[in-house]
């Protein structure tokens, strides 16, 4: 067999072991990075349903895409908001994900499940005002997650959805709005932790 052949041969296999071996590493680091994840989740999901109570804002730093560009503009770099109709349900308006589209409500654990932070917040709100919000947002269910500029009173995104429920019951959130400039959207909107900025709400949980 030539000189060159071999040589050829021999470095075609020294490679294929190198790179055998770094997607091994890259393997082993993602399935470490999975793992780490599901453990804290299960610490939060603990937490979470220790400290819940019914009408506390449930706040999360998810882990897709759109989750990553509003973080990036938020303040506090929370993505997401939801109302807590209990410890082991969520309502929420959020766009189209693995659990529907929209005004929606789904257990807790789902909820953290695309999570890779969280925190929860309340209001000193009385039991009568914590049970007519609750209904005035189930009323709501099904309804078209919308994140417009073009119309305020035609949105119904996290917070907006939210502050809605609040107005509903003669509670006027006053919430800071924020800028955004994108190729896809542009206009100003009420970000998680505008909620975060109200004197009147307090931090029970963060983790």
């Not at 294929?16 to 610490?43: C, D, M, P, S, V």
């Not at 305020?152 to 509903?168: I, R, V």
Request: hydrophobic share 45%; aromatic share 10%.
């Amino acid at each position: 067999m030539p000189k060159l052949i071999k040589l050829t041969l021999f470095f075609s296999t020294i490679l294929a072991l190198i790179l055998g071996l770094i997607f091994l590493i890259n393997y082993e680091k993602k399935q470490n990075k999975i793992k780490a994840l599901h453990t804290k989740q299960a610490q939060m999901l603990k937490l979470t349903k220790e400290n819940l109570q019914k009408g506390d804002l449930v706040f999360r730093v998810g882990l897709d895409s759109d989750s990553a560009i509003i973080s990036a503009f938020d303040e506090k770099g929370w993505s997401h908001v939801g109302f807590a109709l209990s410890s082991e349900q969520i309502i929420h308006s959020a766009p189209k994900d693995e659990f529907g589209n929209g005004v929606i409500s789904i257990s807790t654990q789902d909820f953290i499940k695309g999570a890779k932070k969280i925190a929860i917040a309340r209001y000193e709100l009385s039991g009568e005002q914590i049970e007519q919000i609750s209904q005035n947002l189930k009323a709501k269910l099904g309804q078209e997650f919308i994140l417009s500029a073009d119309d305020e009173n035609a949105q119904n995104y996290c917070t907006s959805f939210l502050q809605a429920g609040f107005a509903s019951v003669g509670l006027e959130l006053k919430l800071p709005k924020k800028q955004i400039n994108l190729p896809f959207i542009k206009g100003t909107f009420i970000l998680p932790s505008a909620f975060l900025s109200d004197k009147n709400i307090k931090i029970i949980m963060e983790f």
